[in-house]
């Protein structure tokens, strides 16, 4: 693979005003973080959850400001890069201009990158999957390829937001986001379909990227920038070298982000916030500083910006010395599983604690619990009514779904696509307020 066609700013669906002149298309990947940062799907965000799942008064962190807090380390992360390429070779903007670009590609990555998770974190994406595998939409394997099913009783928020990205819904024009090929592509971290995902060895197969239904779309991207493909049936491709740099803005933000979250929870006291995160800071005058400081919070948020200083000079420095092999496509590992000891050691114990402490937290499980028959609930009634469409009762669910996400195929898989797509963009609260009333359990109201 090599940049200069890596960072295209070809635009999904408008293909044919491609701006031929690089240095005319600089900020073409400008407006692609402005169109996110202006679009519906990424303002409902600020209403789904991250870890902690309708945290009350407490404010923590939700899925829209994980998603800015990502794209500034993304930002950084690039930045660094292209200075070091400058430094190393100053005729590089007169050869490839769009490379002073890359952290305006890499941060409008980030705040894409979670556009597809459904309400509820990833027991939404259980809550879903379940469905098909175990619920009453597993009578609906007969009528749907395998390659298609797979899609379903593997239901991934990655694959979603690329279909967000570049679906063409009724009504919202061409393209959709018409966002730039190298944009697009460097959210695709397991650039693979569906039925061959789930090799947790290759870290381009460890999930999958696209939907059956965006396979095709995916392909041409691919193809556009150069990726490697590694085979047509089922299709595999090699990552965008920029998806690394994506991939570990989101590790150092939810990493040190959650347990600064848990603290504020008082699920972990300052002295275990501060024997995890005070190695990371590398300053010898640190704990110095630290003593300094009266408030535990103010402590934590100090602990908190040195740590993520350090680990974006590790990640940074790591992708510029791997740069030749990520190219080639043969890096199989996230840059922060290769950080420099003592680092990687310390984010393995951060890692272990958060299991233990944050994500298996009772009153965390329980609202898991909880969002998981809320998004089965609503998926058992619209499912069939969509599919059906048969009794007056099915007629009335289907005019709850916005027009936007109807589709006019007549297969069962376009068809549940259309209730997922409904479905995966809830928020919290909205899928809790929408189960309650379709459920009889609270009576909607004429304001």
């Known amino acids: 693979m090599n940049w200069e066609t890596l960072l295209s700013a070809k635009r999904w669906g408008y293909e044919d005003k491609y701006i031929a002149s690089q240095v005319d298309a600089r900020s073409e990947f400008q407006r692609d973080y402005d169109r996110i940062i202006f679009s519906s799907p990424f303002r409902r965000l600020q ?25 500034s380390v993304g930002k950084s992360l690039g930045r660094i890069f292209y ?42 994406e259980a809550a879903i999957s379940h469905y098909f595998i175990e619920g009453d939409g597993a009578g609906y394997q007969k009528s749907i390829p395998a390659e ?55 870290i381009h197969t460890k999930k999958y990227g696209f939907f059956q239904s965006e396979q095709a779309g995916f392909k041409k991207i691919a193809d556009e920038l150069g990726l490697n493909k590694v085979q047509d049936s089922p299709l595999i491709y090699k990552r965008h070298p920029l998806v690394y740099l994506v991939e570990a803005a989101d590790d150092i933000c939810y990493n040190i982000i ?25 300053d010898p005058k640190m ?7 009266d408030d535990d919070d103010a402590k934590v948020g100090y602990l908190r910006a040195r740590s993520i200083n350090t680990l974006i000079q590790q990640c940074s420095k790591l992708f510029y010395n791997q740069q030749q092999t990520i190219l080639a496509g043969d890096f199989n590992t996230s840059l922060i599983d290769m950080i420099d000891e003592p680092y990687r050691t310390i984010m393995k114990n951060i890692e272990t604690l958060s299991v233990k402490k944050i994500y298996n937290y009772s009153s965390v499980v329980q609202i898991e619990v909880a969002g998981y028959k809320v998004m089965g609930g609503i998926l058992e009634e619209f499912i069939p009514a969509y599919l059906q469409n048969t009794s007056k009762y099915h007629k009335k ?13 007549q297969d069962d898989y376009s068809k549940i696509q259309t209730v997922l797509d409904f479905v995966s963009g809830m928020t919290d609260l909205y899928a809790v307020e929408l189960f309650r009333k379709i459920k009889g359990i609270s009576f909607p109201t004429l304001s």
């Open 148 to 202: 298609q099913w797979a899609d379903l009783i593997n239901f991934e928020g990655n694959a979603n937001a690329l279909r967000i990205l570049t679906h063409s819904y009724s009504g919202k024009g061409n393209g959709s986001f018409a966002l730039t090929y190298a944009t697009i592509a460097a959210i695709a971290k397991y650039p693979c379909a569906s039925i061959i995902g789930g090799n947790k060895a290759n």
């Open 83 to 124: 200075n070091k390429l400058k430094e190393e070779d100053p005729g590089i903007d007169t050869r490839l201009p769009l490379m002073s670009d890359i952290d305006t590609i890499i941060s409008a990555a980030c705040l894409a990158h979670d556009l597809g998770n459904p309400a509820f974190g990833h027991s939404g």
């Open 397 to 409: 669910l289907v005019e709850l779904i916005p027009k936007q996400f109807l589709t006019k195929n």
């Open 47 to 71: 209403n789904k959850t991250q870890v902690f799942p309708l945290p009350g008064s407490i404010f923590v962190h939700n899925r829209l400001t994980h998603s800015l807090e990502v794209a």
């Open 258 to 282: 959650d347990i600064e979250d848990a603290h504020r929870l008082k699920i972990l006291s300052y002295d275990e916030i501060e024997a995890l995160l005070l190695p990371l800071c590398n």
């Open 287 to 293: 704990k110095a500083r630290l003593d300094d400081i």
